[in-house]
């Protein structure tokens, strides 16, 4: 044991003796310390505690590992990967107000600060495309995670020098709308592009652009997600939600949705469910709902009311 490991010991005021550095000072039990913390065996008084552990751990260095083990972890969404410096405004460290020259010098140095920190056009164009992507996250309310993995689309996308020639901005969104896809998420384009500073032609050739050149891991939208979307764009019930979606899965199963827009779809499966309920909802307020003409919306009910039904006779044919 060493004598880190040890209580220093001291005098108890009570009976006027010495205690042993080794002895609990309510007990007097043995004491042990463990992760930096000496506590008792027997009443568990901690005696000791360290916030540090001040010993040094031999440790193996490889190549991909670096030598520091301290500061925060990287991010993707910062161009610098957070590791630049940042002048602050009217506060010091402590929370206290500076003073008007004080603050006037921080804002110069500030400000030559914010002209210094791009060294090529190449990443300001990259600290643009990343602060897009957090404002199209921020206004469609995605999780943090969707903000990264556009954030690693976008940076692949400038480094294979895709962004020559074309709008960064639609890069952006396009880079949201692919992480989207790729996290199973209901967005469409038409939904980035409403708060996108790009066309939503822009943001589809972008798209198609990633998708082209990287082989993006997205598989086909499944109908019956965009169900409850609907559902609760039109207020209405859970039950009808259930029915609508075990009927895009049936059409899923049987091949009837291959081709056809998903959101058509499960637009089509609601109208069914309405009508066999007898609910009265407009087709102009369920096609707008699920961004599509009324003319799709009965397209691919009248679809689905003649394939599922042959289905359903060619089933009952073979009992």
């Not at 901005?169 to 998420?185: D, G, I, L, N, T």
Request: glycine share 8%.
């Amino acid at each position: 044991m060493t004598p880190r490991d040890i209580y220093d010991g001291g005098f108890d005021e009570d009976d006027g003796r010495s205690l042993p550095n080794t002895d609990c000072p309510e007990c007097e039990g043995q004491l042990r310390t463990d992760g930096g913390e000496t506590a008792c065996t027997h009443c568990g008084l901690i005696v000791e505690e360290y916030r540090f552990d001040h010993e040094d751990i031999p440790r193996e260095l490889s190549d991909t590992l670096g030598r520091s083990r301290t500061g925060a972890p990287l991010c993707e969404h910062r161009h610098d990967r957070g590791l630049s410096s940042e002048i602050g405004f009217g506060t010091d460290g402590k929370g206290n107000t500076l003073p008007g020259r004080t603050r006037r010098r921080l804002g110069r140095l500030r400000r030559e600060h914010s002209r210094a920190r791009w060294r090529s056009k190449v990443e300001r164009n990259l600290a643009h495309g990343l602060t897009e992507i957090a404002r199209i996250r921020s206004a469609r309310s995605l999780p943090r995670s969707i903000r990264d993995a556009a954030c690693r689309h976008f940076r692949k996308a400038q480094e294979a020098d895709l962004l020559r020639g074309r709008s960064v901005e639609a890069f952006a969104a396009a880079s949201v709308y692919a992480a989207c896809r790729e996290h199973e998420r209901t967005e469409t384009i038409a939904d980035v592009a409403t708060v996108a500073c790009a066309t939503e032609s822009g943001i589809k050739n972008a798209y198609g652009v990633l998708n082209r050149e990287f082989g993006l891991a997205v598989m086909p939208r499944d109908p019956a997600a965009f169900v409850p979307r609907l559902v609760s764009d039109l207020s209405l019930s859970r039950a009808v939600e259930r029915s609508a979606r075990e009927l895009a899965h049936e059409a899923t199963v049987q091949g009837i949705a291959i081709g056809c827009q998903p959101l058509g779809v499960a637009a089509g499966c609601l109208a069914i469910v309405l009508a066999d309920r007898e609910i009265a909802v407009r087709q102009v307020d369920l096609a707008n709902s699920a961004g599509v003409s009324t003319a799709t919306v009965r397209a691919r009910r009248d679809q689905l009311q003649t394939e599922l039904g042959q289905a359903d006779r060619r089933e009952t044919t073979r009992r």
